[in-house]
């Protein structure tokens, strides 16, 4: 009896695995990542109190990749009027689908101390200008990514009350 029909079959049982590994492989070579746009759109002021009070950042963030991505933590200081007012996180997880434009509300809260800037520029100029930096922690099809977040701009009066 020969063996040859037994190693035939004992190789087709490793060709074919190996064949779509190396397939998979050959897909996610031509994947490539680029950092999702992530742009201030608006800042609600969600509550006022005695020490000071709490307001939502509104992103807007495009996925530019054919794939989806999941972020995992987003981390975002703003400055108003050049002053730094708050630091904001965010650990609850994003998903950003592909070629889409995904609405991000991030919470923040801050103290009176902060504001005294922002205030000014309100009643002269009925506006306030912003800085932001941050970063936001990606998971993706390539592994873990982190995107910088940067901007700057004014805010209206109208846009900071809901």
Not at 18 to 33: D, I, K, Q, V
Not at 59 to 65: R, T, V
Not at 151 to 162: A, D, E, F, I, Q
Request: charged share 20%; with cysteine; glycine share 12%.
């Amino acid at each position: 009896m020969s063996n040859r029909p037994l190693l035939i079959a004992a190789l087709n049982r490793l060709v074919l695995p190996m064949t779509a590994l190396l397939g998979g492989c050959a897909t996610l070579g031509r994947l490539s990542f680029q950092e999702p746009d992530v742009r201030l759109e608006a800042i609600h002021i969600t509550g006022l109190g005695l020490l000071g009070g709490t307001l939502d950042l509104v992103f807007d963030a495009y996925n530019p990749n054919d794939y989806r991505i999941r972020s995992t933590r987003l981390e975002v200081g703003i400055d108003l009027e050049g002053r730094h007012f708050g630091d904001a996180l965010l650990e609850r997880p994003l998903d950003l689908s592909p070629g889409n434009h995904s609405r991000v509300v991030v919470p923040l809260r801050f103290e009176w101390a902060g504001v005294g800037a922002g205030a000014k520029a309100l009643l002269t100029r009925q506006a306030v200008g912003y800085g932001l930096t941050g970063r936001v922690i990606l998971d993706t099809p390539l592994g873990d990514k982190t995107a910088t977040l940067r901007g700057s701009g004014n805010v209206p009066l109208t846009k900071l009350l809901k």
